[in-house]
T-cell receptor, first 111, second 114 residues
Framework: QQQVKQSPQSLIVQKGGISIINCAYE??????FPWYQQFPGKGPALLIA?????SEKKEGRFTISFNKSAKQFSLHIMDSQPGDSATYFC??????????FGAGTTVTVRA | ETGVTQSPTHLIKTRGQQVTLRCSSQ?????VSWYQQALGQGPQFIFQ???????GRGNFPPRFSGLQFPNYSSELNVNALELDDSALYLC?????????????FGPGTRLTVL
């Protein structure tokens, strides 16, 4: 069974807009929640990650919001740029480095 | 670049054959994990090696096996290939116990089974 559920499957945003991707998890033992960005023909690259002791983490235009009680976390991409067009995966793991990934969200930024 | 390389880039095999995929991690990375990414899906955890020993396996049959070598390289072997094995195979490495949890992914090997 899929341990991390991700939505939406795809989204289109105008340049300068905000992209929001949501994930939900079941395993309360998860304590590490990274987001990966993947371009066609490339491996996933770590974008930003959070641990459950904080509710929000911001790095540049990327922000993770984390709701431990709801077992949900989300990625916000502010001021979206055409270069942000990619597939984004949320993931979760315990301290064993074995990642459970969501199904992915394809983001298209229109100029 | 992540410093993790994989070979070959692409591979075509026929059903029933065997395949070996290779991964070269960064120096000092004592933990390597392998993932299978089917088209349009997220990566699925196959297994992990820590200091040359298998350290956990996902929901994959025994015909998926691996090795990790002292020089920070590793292999994924798949026997009796099936059509559903067609996927992008990714390896990811890290230093277990280090202050960072970052896993570095290679570019993957695209396997096509005909």
């Amino acid at each position: 069974q899929q341990q991390v559920k991700q939505s939406p499957q795809s989204l289109i945003v105008q340049k300068g807009g905000i992209s929001i991707i949501n994930c939900a998890y079941e395993n309360t033992a998860f304590d590490y929640f990274p987001w990966y960005q993947q371009f066609p023909g490339k491996g996933p690259a770590l974008l930003i990650a959070i641990r459950p002791d904080v509710s929000e983490k911001k790095e540049g235009r990327f922000t993770i919001s984390f709701n431990k009680s709801a077992k949900q976390f989300s990625l916000h991409i502010m001021d979206s740029q055409p270069g942000d067009s990619a597939t984004y995966f949320c993931a979760a793991s315990t301290n064993d480095y074995k990642l459970s990934f969501g199904a992915g969200t394809t983001v298209t930024v229109r100029a | 670049e992540t410093g993790v390389t994989q070979s070959p880039t692409h591979l075509i095999k026929t059903r029933g054959q065997q395949v070996t995929l290779r991964c070269s991690s960064q120096s000092g990375h004592n933990t390597v994990s392998w993932y299978q990414q089917a088209l349009g899906q997220g990566p699925q955890f196959i297994f992990q090696y820590y200091r040359e020993e298998e350290n956990g396996r996902g929901n994959f049959p025994p015909r998926f096996s691996g090795l990790q070598f002292p020089n920070y390289s590793s292999e994924l072997n798949v026997n009796a290939l099936e059509l559903d094995d067609s996927a992008l195979y990714l390896c990811a490495s890290t230093i277990a116990g280090h202050s960072t949890d970052t896993q570095y992914f290679g570019p993957g090997t695209r396997l096509t089974v005909l």
